[in-house]
């Protein structure tokens, strides 16, 4: 285990030594969510899930390696600010995708049940993701460019600001989420509701050893009679009647993924307002329950509960890379 001495005041930073082979095997298991989510999001061809997940992925890659080095060398400051820049920034990448697919949900499942279109969901949303993140940014290379650890601190408080508007992001999306879905299965629509109506669709195949003609709803064989062969598909009246299989598993894989985005950013949030040399900065075991592994199952669950196989875009949308 990690030699805790809860100060940083003789040079270390991390005010602990991180144990090796735990920092080292959240490396491997970044990496391999990370590989596997580019893999899915290649096999899908669901362009946008690589400036998303896939970067969060890598970015707590290079994070955990930052600590694997601190481990070797604790007294050094780049491995610390190497690996509390990281680690904070790469979330950002992971909820900016959350927030494509929950605006892809509303979508599905019924519009008229949100107080905002998925459009404006989206613009908003990444609005303020994009926003705490340049905060986070401008805190962390002021951070990293300081030869001291009080000038790494001025830094910190920056960084305080973007991960408090990522809280905040974060504490919307939440509400606006289970207001949506408390809408949805209690059938209370914000907007009026669309009249229901049968959209009818064709699905004509030529006879057997013959050629012929398609129009809309017919098919026209040769030297035959018009053989219209309608389906129509009348599409349900209520959003809880349009969750299907597969939309209520990507619903469930959202809700377990923004449980463990919150309980890190509470943590996260705790973490930086105490201070640099505060109880829980200091604490490893804190930080390897709290950040790393929350962050990890998160993107573990969105493996699993993958949109490219539960809400599948259309070929067109996909390679636009828009949701």
Not at 78 to 92: E, V
Not at 115 to 125: E, H
Not at 156 to 184: C, P
Request: charge should be neutral; include cysteine; charged fraction near 15%.
């Amino acid at each position: 285990m990690a030699e805790q001495n809860n100060n940083n005041d003789d040079g270390n930073a991390f005010g602990y030594i991180p144990t090796l082979w735990i920092t080292a095997l959240f490396v491997a298991l970044f990496f391999l969510t990370a590989v596997a989510h580019l893999g899915q999001a290649i096999y899908y061809r669901i362009w946008w899930l690589i400036p998303t997940f896939v970067f969060c992925g890598l970015g707590e890659v290079f994070g955990w390696a930052g600590r694997v080095w601190g481990s070797q060398q604790p007294y050094v400051l780049d491995p610390f600010l190497m690996q509390i820049c990281c680690t904070i920034f790469s979330p950002t990448f992971l909820t900016a995708g959350m927030f494509f697919i929950f605006g892809r949900m509303i979508g599905l499942i019924g519009p008229e049940y949100s107080r905002l279109t998925p459009k404006i969901y989206a613009i908003t949303f990444l609005s303020l993701d994009t926003s705490a993140l340049v905060v986070q940014s401008l805190g962390g290379s002021q951070a990293s460019a300081a030869d001291t650890l009080e000038g790494a601190n001025r830094g910190a408080k920056i960084m305080v600001g973007g991960i408090i508007l990522q809280m905040v992001a974060i504490t919307l999306y939440v509400i606006i989420q289970v207001e949506y879905l408390v809408r949805v299965f209690k059938d209370r629509p914000v907007h009026p509701r669309p009249s229901p109506s049968a959209i009818a669709m064709t699905a004509l195949t030529p006879p057997a050893g013959d050629s012929g003609t398609r129009t809309p709803n017919t098919y026209v064989g040769e030297g035959d009679a018009e053989k219209t062969q309608p389906k129509a598909i009348v599409m349900p009246a209520t959003g809880r009647q349009r969750i299907t299989r597969k939309i209520g598993l990507m619903l469930l894989g959202l809700v377990i993924a923004t449980v463990f985005i919150y309980v890190r950013s509470i943590y996260r949030t705790i973490e930086l307002l105490d201070g640099w040399n505060g109880p829980i900065i200091t604490n490893e075991t804190l930080f390897n329950v709290l950040d790393g592994t929350q962050i990890l199952l998160a993107m573990v669950t969105l493996n699993v509960l993958h949109p490219g196989w539960l809400i599948p875009l259309p070929k067109v949308e996909a390679a636009q890379a828009t949701v």
